[in-house]
């Protein structure tokens, strides 16, 4: 089957650039991540599967394949520091370990800033005082400039763009 490289292309430009930056913070390696969006694109191209959610379909590839691959540099002989590869050919060893704990929590903190990416200015600045600085809602109110209704109002609605961002992009828990 030819490559339909239009069709490869659509997924790049539409998923591409999450991909890229979720497989970077679970391999700490840019070209490992390069290499695993690619193998991603390739699959979602070939098998074309219609999941319910395409970026949690391909988000969860990605976590997959950088577990696997983790896994497979785990299994593999290591003599004096350095990594042998399939071939043969030794590698430094990558001095940070990945286990699943680690790339869901770098996972998990890609979701989050992109989810608070797609939150208006007012919603995030109510988002950023009450939830990450612990202010009240009095102080935020007096931070913003707002009064404290308003300020009661922005975190309802934050809260639900953020559950409704969280539910398209796949995340259950």
């Known amino acids: ?10 997924i790049y430009r539409e998923h591409g650039g999450i991909l890229h930056r979720l497989a970077l913070r679970a391999t700490g390696d840019a070209h490992q991540a390069e290499e695993i ?8 191209w070939r098998q074309a599967p219609e999941p319910d ?9 990605v976590r ?3 577990v696997d691959r983790h896994r497979a540099a785990q299994r593999r002989p290591i003599s004096a520091g350095r990594e042998v590869d399939a ?18 929590r770098a996972l998990d903190t890609l979701l989050v800033e992109e989810s608070l990416r797609r939150l208006s200015s007012e919603h995030l600045a109510v988002v950023r005082l009450l939830y990450y600085r612990r202010l009240s809602v009095a102080e935020a109110a ?25 539910d398209e992009m796949g995340v259950t828990r």
């Open 1 to 10: 089957m030819p490559l339909d490289e239009d069709a490869v292309a659509a």
């Open 37 to 44: 969006v690619h193998e991603v694109v390739l699959r979602m």
């Open 53 to 61: 959610n395409v970026r949690a379909y391909l988000s969860q590839s």
């Open 64 to 66: 997959n394949l950088a």
């Open 87 to 104: 071939d043969g050919r030794e590698e430094a060893a990558r001095e940070t370990d990945l286990g699943g704990s680690d790339i869901d």
């Open 142 to 166: 007096e931070a913003l400039g707002v009064p404290p209704g308003t300020v009661k109002s922005r975190a309802f609605y934050a809260v639900r763009h953020l559950r409704a961002v969280f």
